[in-house]
């Protein structure tokens, strides 16, 4: 049972524009949540996150929402660059110091 | 300052061959975590060392694995003897508190 879900597997948006990335969870005591952002052969690498008791975080092009009453976070990039090209992962943590992952979207940014 | 390093990059053996991957942690981590991802699908947590203490193991498949932490600092996972179904990467990841763990660039393991 995937309590992390990422329904989009791929994302393809001009390059300028918004890129929206959607993730929906199931569990209510998650109380923090992150996106990390992989390119092919590496890790994961962090990009940004906010606490359950806020409802957005901004840092530079990147903005998370979360709306819990929908149980949903949503990752706005804008503007779309070229080397956002990348596959996204939506994380939550349920207390603890593990995570709970999607299985991400992939984002391509077309110049 | 160095990230988390993984060794090996790569690695192919047969079906009930043993493997053992190991991790470096970003210098002064207490807290060093193995995740693996499967075919493409969601990258799931295995267990979390504080020090060398294995603060919680959960996601450990089976008692083919084992995970050690020597001395709280690098740590390895062995495989013994591997299926075909361990195949996938293995990532390992470090952080000092609860949130925003950083990962090594993973161990893409192939059973055959």
């Known amino acids: 049972d995937q309590q992390v879900k990422q329904n989009s597997p791929s994302l393809s948006v001009q390059e300028g524009r918004i890129s929206i990335l959607n993730c929906d969870y199931t569990?209510?005591?998650?109380?923090?949540f992150l996106w990390y952002k992989k390119y092919p052969a590496e890790g994961p690498t962090f990009l940004i996150s906010?606490?359950?008791?806020?409802d957005k975080n901004e840092d530079g092009r990147f903005t998370v929402f979360l709306n819990k009453s929908a149980k949903h976070l949503s990752l706005h990039i804008v503007p779309s660059q070229p080397g956002d090209s990348a596959v996204y992962f939506c994380?939550?943590?349920?207390?603890?110091?593990?995570?709970?992952f999607g299985t991400g979207t992939r984002l391509k940014v077309l110049a | 300052e160095a990230g988390v390093t993984q060794f090996p990059s790569h690695s192919v053996i047969e079906k009930g061959q043993t493997v053992t991957l190991r991790c470096d942690p970003i210098?002064?981590?207490?807290?060093l975590y193995w995740y693996r991802r499967v075919m493409g699908k969601e990258i799931k947590f295995l267990l979390h060392f504080v020090k060398e203490s294995k603060q919680d193991e959960s996601g450990m498949p089976n008692n083919r694995f084992l995970a050690e932490r020597t001395g709280g600092t690098y740590s390895t996972l062995k495989v013994q003897p591997a299926e075909l179904e361990d195949s996938g990467v293995y990532f390992c990841a470090s952080s000092q508190g609860r949130l925003e763990a950083f990962f090594g660039q993973g161990t893409r393991l192939t059973v055959v």
């Open positions: 906010i606490s359950s008791i806020k």
């Open positions: 210098s002064g981590h207490d807290n």
């Open positions: 569990n209510s005591m998650f109380d923090y």
């Open positions: 994380a939550a943590s349920p207390g603890t110091y593990k995570y709970i």
